[in-house]
Nanobody, 125 residues
Framework: QVQLVESGGGLVQAGGSLRLSCAASGRTFSSSAMGWFRRAPGKEREFVGGMSCGGSSTYYAGSVKGRFTVYRDNVKTTLYLQMSSLKPEDTAVYYC??????????????????WGQGTQVTVSS
């Protein structure tokens, strides 16, 4: 059974940084495609950043490109989201997600099979 557990959320001032972690278990982590999504109050869930199967490439939403970095540690079976230059509009619950097999580089939430419980990120102005 696949489990994803996020951590690292919190309150930060605009311009600050946070690193989110997503600890994975239950299946071969190194071959997974992983993604970060977020949901702000009153808004739809949106893709933030992802890493393709095996970690060969990363891709980002335009709103976070250049500010956020997705990376993984296959030994620790953990996915990370390093967030810098945070803005109040980055305030949301952040979720990690995983899938195995094709598609290996998807930004569409319903193509992911497994989800974490979410971690709150609040950016104050």
């Amino acid at each position: 059974q696949v489990q994803l557990v996020e951590s690292g959320g919190g309150l930060v001032q605009a311009g600050g940084s946070l690193r989110l972690s997503c600890a994975a278990s239950g299946r071969t982590f190194s071959s997974s495609a992983m993604g970060w999504f977020r949901r702000a109050p009153g808004k739809e869930r949106e893709f933030v950043g992802g890493m393709s199967c095996g970690g060969s490439s990363t891709y980002y939403a335009g709103s976070v490109k250049g500010r956020f970095t997705v990376y993984r540690d296959n030994v620790k079976t953990t996915l990370y989201l390093q967030m810098s230059s945070l803005k109040p509009e980055d305030t949301a619950v952040y979720y990690c997600a995983a899938r195995w097999g094709d598609p290996c580089d998807t930004t569409i939430y319903f193509t992911y099979d497994y989800w974490g419980q979410g971690t709150q990120v609040t950016v104050s102005s």
